[in-house]
């Protein structure tokens, strides 16, 4: 969903910085999670090559030197309640998702759609990469087919934007422009002719953002303000409508969508 030959301007270092976390594929692609402690086993077509603890701890028995159906391996290692997750990888899988992954040219895909293939690849073949338990196919319930199809039925053109903020102090201040169903401008609330009259999540704020979005951009479609720790609570919430519902009601959050929503 987002174009090729996208522009960034006036990314400013604040919403730079707080948004650089989220520009990490292998969040996404990857099932292992930060801090995870997980029991790696690598393989060649079943021929076991390295065995790796992520604690340092020491290597279990039981793993066969010939491997013949990696799933079992990984549900047997798994049960032993060690692990939070076991991968059992065949390193020629590695490589042909990685010869797949650069034959096609970058330019006949969209970014995110490049990593979403890539994804694919890895996750494709459970013989190549077993993981238990595996992948989720989300990311605290959000997922690239749901992400794409919003933005395809977003008016053409139209604004999507988010302000976060930390006290009264901009935590991040994001704006899509959005044309024929691609993301092909990003910018900040620095970029924009407004002042912010209360800042915050503030219907004040929140009014003068859309006239301003209106004027510079395109009718904005959706708009959340809401503090930093509404969007962190919010990216993670099961119920996501749900839990905004309930920061609005404290004052935390406040956001005006269009029908498409």
């Known amino acids: 969903m987002i174009d090729p030959h996208w522009q960034v301007i006036d990314l400013d270092p604040v919403t730079w910085r707080h948004l650089g976390p989220f520009f990490e594929p292998q969040r996404y692609i990857a099932a292992a999670q930060p801090g995870e402690h997980g029991l ?15 604690q340092g701890e020491g290597l279990p028995d039981g793993i066969p030197a010939q491997i013949d159906d990696p799933e079992t391996l990984a ?12 991968h059992v990888i065949d390193r ?23 990593y979403h293939l890539v994804y ?12 238990e338990p595996p992948h989720p196919g989300h990311w605290h319930g959000w997922t690239y087919t749901a992400l794409l199809r919003f933005v395809a039925e977003l008016p053409s053109p139209a ?5 976060v903020y930390s006290e009264s102090a901009l935590f991040i201040g994001l704006i899509l422009v959005c044309e024929g169903g691609l993301i092909r401008r990003v910018t900040t ?12 999540p503030t219907q004040q704020t929140l009014a003068a953002l859309c006239e301003a979005l209106e004027a510079q951009f395109a009718p904005p479609e959706a708009v959340l303000l809401c503090t930093e720790a ?20 404290e004052a935390a959050a406040i956001w005006e969508v269009k029908s498409v929503v």
């Open 189 to 200: 609330f620095e970029g924009l002719n407004w002042t912010a009259p209360y800042p915050g």
């Open 159 to 163: 604004t999507l934007a988010l302000g």
């Open 230 to 249: 509404v969007f962190s609570g919010w990216l993670a919430a099961a119920d996501k409508w749900a839990y905004l519902a309930r920061a609005r009601a």
């Open 40 to 54: 790696f086993i690598l393989h060649d077509r079943g021929r076991l090559l390295k065995a790796v603890d992520t």
């Open 92 to 114: 020629r899988h590695l490589a042909w998702v990685a010869q797949q992954a650069q034959a096609i040219p970058r330019c006949d895909l969209t970014l995110d759609a490049y």
């Open 120 to 131: 694919m690849l890895i996750w494709g073949n459970r013989a190549g990469y077993a993981c």
């Open 75 to 86: 549900r047997e290692l798994y049960a032993r309640g060690v692990w939070q997750r076991v």
